[in-house]
């Protein structure tokens, strides 16, 4: 009989979201007058930009002619859309790259997944607590974890308690790592790092051989020209750290599909016998064996993000997400809750009133709000006690749950 890969079995059961789709559907079929406002959710609402649907309605013609049909193309993307990414997005920030340092993929949950290839297990990593669970959960599938303790730690990764003492920014793990996740801005917190707070990892990873796996989803929602977008912009940060970014949160692809990897030339490990080796041609050789590309409308769609039109229309959309952070950041700080997040991020993280748990607080809110949102506990131990709220919803939702959270708490 084949064997199973084991490491599943370590995995804490899909707890978080299926826990609260049952405590929803209880109480909406319990209660069937009431008008549930959801801003537990991960996912945007807004409708894709029309410079943006033009151009992908465009490539879709372009495969029903022959002159224009496109197959496979190149597996880690095409270079014109790499090419502007780079001009329009990296350059501004003075950050150089080359079309050969940047892959363009399907997504960047499965980029943080996949990147785990091209590390040997004996790695040791770091990861925040809160965290995006994939960093966690991926690290447990593919074998370098033993089991989880009763808050949830697995024995083997370094956790960094993300807690309101630290304002959301991990110290520098006391033990030496040589992988660290790092997510700004921040899901689920909100936090941001600037510039001297990065500096301060990349000097740490550049002293210890480590690598840093940034994860910049969410880099299109800052607005404060002193926050970085871009690992990059740190000094030596090309020698240590690889970037992920997303088309999901920034233009509306979560259902479209499309992200990217950088991995600068310059950065690498050691082979078992200590020589020093490019992990840039690594994962070039591991996409163009396990990937096949990004489909060709996809990439035509993402590219016109960055033409005038598609950008200020995805600017806009940007601009309503956070009008939306601020009604729910301002709302609940005048009803007197502690708020975290929600400036140069879509997310908001409160601290429950009283001390209250995470998930007594989700059912406060639920039954005396109808509003949902996401316990923080969800995300690590040191989540508990906060409770996430998305700004991805539409304006009417988010100023009528406001409205209603102050009320009930006034
Ligand atoms: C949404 C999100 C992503 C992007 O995921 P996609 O697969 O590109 O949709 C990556 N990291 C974090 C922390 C996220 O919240």
């Known amino acids: 009989m084949a064997l199973i890969n084991d490491n599943y079995l370590k995995l804490k059961a899909g707890y978080l979201f299926p826990e609260i789709g049952r405590r929803v559907r209880a109480f909406a079929e319990a209660n069937p007058q009431a008008k549930v406002i959801r801003l537990g959710i991960g996912d945007v609402t807004r409708p894709l930009p029309p410079a943006i649907l033009k151009a992908f309605h465009e490539a879709v013609d372009d495969l029903a002619k022959v002159e224009t049909f496109a197959g496979y193309g190149p597996e880690q993307g095409y270079d014109w859309l790499i090419d502007t990414i780079i001009r329009e997005s990296y350059n501004p920030l003075g950050v150089q790259l080359k079309t050969t340092e940047m892959f363009i993929s399907d997504g960047s949950k499965c980029d943080c997944a996949n990147i785990l290839d091209i590390f040997a297990l004996d ?12 960093y966690n959960d991926t690290n447990v599938m593919i074998g370098r974890t033993g089991e989880a303790d009763d808050k949830g730690y697995y024995k083997g990764i370094v956790y960094m308690p993300c807690t309101e003492a630290n304002r959301f920014i991990p110290a520098l793990p006391s033990e030496k790592v040589d992988i660290i996740y790092l997510c700004f801005p921040n899901n689920p917190t909100g936090a941001v790092a600037t510039k001297a707070e990065l500096a301060k990892w990349v000097d740490y990873a550049l002293a210890n051989d480590a690598i840093i796996l940034f994860d910049a989803a969410y880099e299109a929602f800052i607005t404060d020209p002193a926050i970085p977008h871009s690992i990059y912009q740190i000094e030596g940060a090309k020698k240590c750290a690889i970037e992920f ?20 030339e310059e950065l690498t490990g050691k082979t078992a016998t200590g020589e ?4 840039n ?13 990004a489909s060709y409308p996809v990439q035509k769609a993402a590219a016109a993000v960055y033409s005038e039109e598609g950008w200020r229309q995805t600017s806009e959309i940007i601009e309503y997400y956070m009008e939306n952070a601020r009604i729910i950041r301002q709302g609940l700080a005048s009803a007197g809750l502690a708020v975290y997040g929600g400036v140069n991020a879509p997310y908001i993280w409160l601290k429950t009133p009283g ?20 316990p923080g506990s969800g995300f690590g131990p040191s989540g508990e006690g906060y409770f996430r709220l998305s700004a991805f919803g539409n304006r009417d939702n988010v100023e009528e749950a406001v409205e209603r959270i102050k009320i009930n708490l006034r």
């Not at 041609?281 to 590309?293: A, D, M």
């Open 123 to 134: 790695n040791k990593v770091a990861i925040g607590d809160p965290v995006y669970p994939v």
């Open 245 to 264: 970014r997303s088309f999901s949160k920034t233009a509306g692809f979560t259902g479209v599909r499309c992200g990217l990897v950088v991995v600068p």
């Open 276 to 279: 020093p080796y490019s992990f």
């Open 281 to 293: 041609k690594l994962w070039l050789r591991r996409q163009t064996t396990k990937f096949n590309g």
């Open 355 to 374: 001390g209250m748990s995470s998930w007594d607080f989700f059912d406060k809110l639920l039954t005396e709000c109808n509003v949902v949102g996401t």
